[in-house]
């Protein structure tokens, strides 16, 4: 008989019922939908011997046309709870012949269900025995090798594969062959054959990852596993060799382990051009030349685990000290990341290890549940063989290096974190600020350093120490050095700012060698210096004892008087010097003269616009015990002794306040001191009280008072105002009153 049409959902009603119900069940779920053609079929001989397996009982045929069928060649029904489905033929064109007690579907094509169209080129299906049903499924295919990962990813490919492609994409074509053996009545013991055939594909395995780019080789499958034959691409600018597949489960292991093993040669620039990479690209950017190394990624129950070594023999390091080395220099590495045993209900971790031939070793415990991996603790060693328990919590550092730029490496890391304009500066002695969330987990939250020599803030340390740790965003460092001593804390900014700087010291050192440094440090405009809240008990500046130390200062940066209004300046809240002889106390800023204050929210100049030299204005009041052990302290001995009073008033120079520029001086003070005795000295020594000085006033009077003024000249008080202009102090009302004379005086003296 035959049939112009038929609906091809409803083949399997066709079917004789004395096949087992379980192959008619398999028909009706696996052919769905579509249309039928052409539909002839034989019938003859004794009906209850019916299929006719022996040709001799009789004959029994059925034969069709299919167009537009889904044929699921496994059923959903078929597979076990939480198993991913395979995925359904669609748009089916196909011969469907049922022979005595068999079932083909010949020279199918069509398309994959859900896999973005992946074409079939061809697909063969048949049932040898209906009785004892066992479906034989042939594919193959050649299409987008994205559409194939797609396939793998959402089929029971995927855990055969150890979930190693679930999150890969690709880039060009790919030859694709499948071969099923689905046993109806035990689907546990299907068989899988395949192969996928790799032509000069680009393949990323996930987003964080290198691209593999040209990658050539077939990885084949089986129901066990799979393997990688003849594997080859390029990585980050080198040649890759790709081997490796399922292994045998070793001693005391359920489980049969992933291992791909690798090895090639990268070169620097190509790892600079690895945007993926993140912040070991822009490290990449200190980096030149190319060098070899081998990987091991293994997947336990789908968890990778993965080792890198390399020599970085050809490979030359820009990096600040210890960490610089020449192309021809080795530096062994050897970076492992291993996935940590966990409870069940405990949180996913692994422990990632780096080498650094003897200089550097780090290792960090990973909460890796989440996207991304948060660090729950670590250990640093840097310097020659040095190490570091893992603690508690949190990531504890030991350094011990002959010289260290914190300097150099604050600049390093905050290029690393991809955001230079947000980087704020450390405290002395401490490491650089919180790079963004993620990478800042691996930054040390307890510091022990020692060094011979420690550039930090343009400044150089020498025999420091250091113990430091941090709360959130606030460092907290015990100092020692030859330089300073004490404890300092530097609170890292909340949003826009600075941050700032808390210090109480019982000595620190700044010698003329260093001033400039911390001068072009401070007058360059810039929103990175933080604010400063010290108290120093012994301060030394240029050589000379200044005694105790406070300092309230703020830097306002360009973005500051965007966001705040204002002028740029260094402004100083206050300022206070105490010592036996005086204390001296001031408020004032460091400016560009005539800077014009801006409203907030108005867009401040731009750093990088030529700015002229800034001034240095302070409002000053000097309460003096002692005038002459004041001068002396300040190397002008023998000028004047005793004397207690004030100086008070205003005055401004070019340049920064550790340096008086006496030609570019301009202000205005008062004098009033009682109860001394101008002694007999060069008047040069003096300067700035050369003004007051009497011994040259022999030479201007007529009288002759020699005699009184030949040992000194004793005061009951000296006072006035002094005005100066462009480095030269003038007077019109300087009163001096004695036993001797009383003396109204004007004139003027240059400082310089």
């Given at each position: ?60 045929h059925i034969a069709a046309n299919l167009q537009d069928v889904t044929f699921a060649f496994v059923p959903r029904q078929l ?674």
């Open positions: 008989g035959s049939l112009s049409r038929a609906q091809a959902a409803r083949v399997y009603r066709y079917l004789p019922l004395v096949l087992p119900a379980p192959v008619r069940d398999y028909v009706r779920d696996a052919v769905r939908g579509g249309n039928a053609s052409k539909v002839s079929f034989v019938v003859k001989g004794e009906l209850h011997q019916l299929p006719f397996a022996n040709p001799k009982q009789g004959e029994f597979q076990a709870a939480g198993e991913k489905p395979w995925p359904a033929l669609t748009q089916l064109s196909a011969e469907l012949v049922f022979d005595r007690d068999s079932m083909q579907i010949k020279g199918a094509t069509g398309k994959f269900a859900g896999t973005g169209g992946l074409p079939v080129a061809r697909a063969d299906a048949q049932i040898t025995d209906l009785t004892h049903a066992t479906v034989l499924v042939d594919a193959q295919t050649k299409g987008p090798l994205k559409d194939m990962l797609g396939f793998v990813a959402n089929s029971p490919l995927d855990a055969i594969t150890g979930q190693a492609l679930t999150r890969a994409t690709a880039t060009g074509a790919a030859d694709l062959k499948l071969h099923l053996e689905l046993p109806l009545h035990d689907l546990a013991k299907s068989k899988v054959l395949g192969s996928v055939t790799l032509a000069g594909n680009d393949l990323q395995m996930s987003p964080d990852t290198p691209l593999l780019a040209k990658a050539r080789g077939v990885v084949s499958f089986t129901e066990r596993g799979f393997a990688i034959q003849g594997g080859q691409a390029r990585l980050l600018g080198g040649y890759i060799r790709i081997a490796g597949g399922i292994q045998a489960p070793g001693a005391g292991q359920s489980d049969s382990p992933i291992v791909i093993k690798a090895d090639g040669s990268i070169t620097a620039l190509a790892v600079q051009q690895a945007h993926e990479l993140g912040a070991i690209a822009r490290l990449a950017q200190n980096a030149t030349g190319t060098t070899t190394y081998a990987a091991v990624l293994s997947f336990h129950k789908g968890v990778p685990d993965l080792l890198v070594t390399s020599t970085l023999q050809g490979l030359g390091l820009n990096l600040p000290a210890p960490l610089d080395k020449s192309a021809g220099a080795a530096l062994p590495l050897r970076l492992e990341s291993r996935r940590l045993a966990s409870a069940a209900g405990e949180p996913k971790q692994d422990q990632l290890s780096l080498q650094l031939g003897r200089i550097v070793s780090a290792t960090y415990v990973r909460d890796v549940s989440g996207a991304q991996a948060q660090v729950v603790r670590g250990a640093i060693g840097l310097g020659e063989g040095e190490q570091s328990s893992l603690p508690d919590a949190g990531v504890m550092a030991n350094v011990n290096l002959d010289s260290l730029n914190l300097d150099a490496w604050q600049a390093l890391l905050a290029g690393a974190a991809g955001d230079v304009a947000t980087q704020t500066a450390p405290a002395p002695g401490m490491p650089a600020a919180a790079t963004p969330t993620g990478e800042s987990g691996y930054l040390p939250t307890v510091v022990a350093l020692r060094a011979r020599q420690l550039t930090v803030q343009g400044r150089t340390l020498h025999n420091v120490v250091v113990g430091a740790s941090r709360d959130g965003r606030v460092w907290r460092a015990n100092l020692d050095a030859d330089e300073l001593d004490g404890y300092a804390e530097y609170r890292e900014p909340v949003g826009a700012g600075a941050g700032r700087v808390y210090a109480r010291l019982a000595r620190l050192n700044i010698p003329a060698s260093s001033t400039s440094k911390v001068e072009q440090l401070l007058e360059k405009p810039s929103d990175h210096v933080p604010a400063l809240d010290i108290v120093v008990e012994n301060f030394e500046l240029k050589g000379k004892q200044l005694g105790r130390v406070e300092i309230d200062a703020v830097n306002r940066g360009p973005k500051a008087v965007a966001r705040e209004g204002g002028i740029a300046e260094w402004k100083l809240n206050k300022l206070t010097i105490t010592d036996p002889e005086a204390t001296f106390t001031a408020t004032g800023n460091w400016a560009a003269p005539g800077a014009q204050a801006v409203s907030a929210g108005a867009a401040a100049t731009s750093a990088s616009a030529p700015e002229p030299a800034r001034r240095t204005t302070l409002n000053f009041t000097l309460g003096i015990k002692d005038s002459g052990a004041l001068l002396t302290r300040f190397g002008m001995k023998g000028v004047i002794a005793g004397g207690k009073g004030t100086m008070q008033g205003q005055v401004a120079w070019t340049g920064s306040p550790f340096s008086l520029n006496y030609p570019t001086m301009d202000g205005q003070f008062n004098v009033n001191i009682d109860s001394g005795q101008f002694l007999k000295a060069d008047p040069g020594l003096a300067k700035l009280l050369g003004v007051l000085s009497l011994q040259s006033l022999p030479r201007r009077l007529t009288l002759n008072f020699k005699d009184v003024f030949s040992d000194g000249f004793s005061f009951d008080f000296v006072r006035g105002d002094v005005k100066i202009n462009h480095g030269v102090a003038a007077t019109n009302n300087l009163q001096m009153k004695g036993v001797s004379a009383a003396v109204l005086m004007d004139g003027q003296a240059d400082l310089a």
